[in-house]
């Protein structure tokens, strides 16, 4: 897709994103595929545009949820995605691995309301004894979610290949959970689209600026019988 064909979608769903606005009284009652949104005060997604993350969904047990997803967890190289794009093909989007979802597994939430305990599971991981993932709280997703730091105690079983948590404490009628786990690391903006930047800020491993790389500052070099293309920037 080139430069021309992405300013046309775009325009497409601007264009289209404003005709669904005066067809429905608020965005965020409706999810992306045109159902209505479970949470309308806190996710605004419409069908014009593909917003996608880690494989996950919100499970429900006694009024309370949990992130679950379907994918395999392994304590490095396991990355969060999160992709804004026309469709499933073209995006863009930030790739992070130093703190990233945990899917935790289908079916695993509870919430017993009586006790005040909610029990969560994900696949075992042999760094998940001395290191456990964290748990993340928010009495509404319209909220910021807070590091359960007590009343938390997980269980492990390397034969089953799970490890379980079990949070106590949250008393409130109604909340959501999510894991995490934190590791050096970083982040990484991928894009399947071409892009046309107004420029590129370089900077060293301190943060320090070195220059800047103007789209136009391209050498082409044919080495080994071979074509490269450099990026470079004018001295002047």
């Known amino acids: 897709m080139n430069f021309a064909a992405i300013s046309n979608t775009v325009n497409r769903l601007v264009t289209d994103m404003l005709r669904k606005k005066e067809d429905s009284s608020d965005w965020s009652d409706w999810s992306a595929n045109g159902a209505p949104n479970p949470f309308p005060g806190a996710v605004n997604l419409n069908k014009s545009l593909y917003i996608s993350g880690t494989n996950v969904t919100w499970e429900a047990s006694n009024g309370f949820y949990a992130m679950t997803g379907h994918m395999p967890v392994g304590a490095s190289g ?5 992709r804004i794009g026309p469709d499933v093909d073209d995006w ?27 029990t969560l599971s994900t696949p075992y991981d042999s760094t998940y ?9 928010s ?5 910021p979610f ?14 089953a290949g799970t490890s379980t948590v079990v949070a106590t404490g949250q008393t ?8 995490k ?3 050096a690391g970083g982040a990484i903006f991928r894009s399947t689209m071409p892009i046309l930047p107004e ?20 050498i082409s070099v044919t080495q080994g019988g071979k074509n490269y293309i450099l990026f470079a920037q004018e001295v002047k």
């Open 78 to 82: 396991t990355a969060s995605q999160f």
């Open 92 to 118: 863009f989007g930030m790739e992070v691995t130093a703190a990233y979802l945990v899917d935790a597994t289908v079916g695993s939430f509870s919430r017993d309301n009586a006790g005040n305990t909610s």
């Open 129 to 137: 004894p001395g290191n456990p993932p964290k748990l993340y709280f």
């Open 139 to 143: 009495v509404s997703l319209a909220e």
């Open 146 to 159: 807070a590091e359960l730091t007590s009343g938390i105690t997980w269980t492990h079983d390397p034969g």
């Open 172 to 179: 409130a009628g109604s909340g959501f959970y999510f894991l």
């Open 181 to 183: 786990k934190e590791e």
């Open 199 to 218: 420029g590129y800020r370089v900077e060293d491993e301190s943060g320090n600026y070195v220059g800047t790389l103007q789209p136009d500052s391209i």
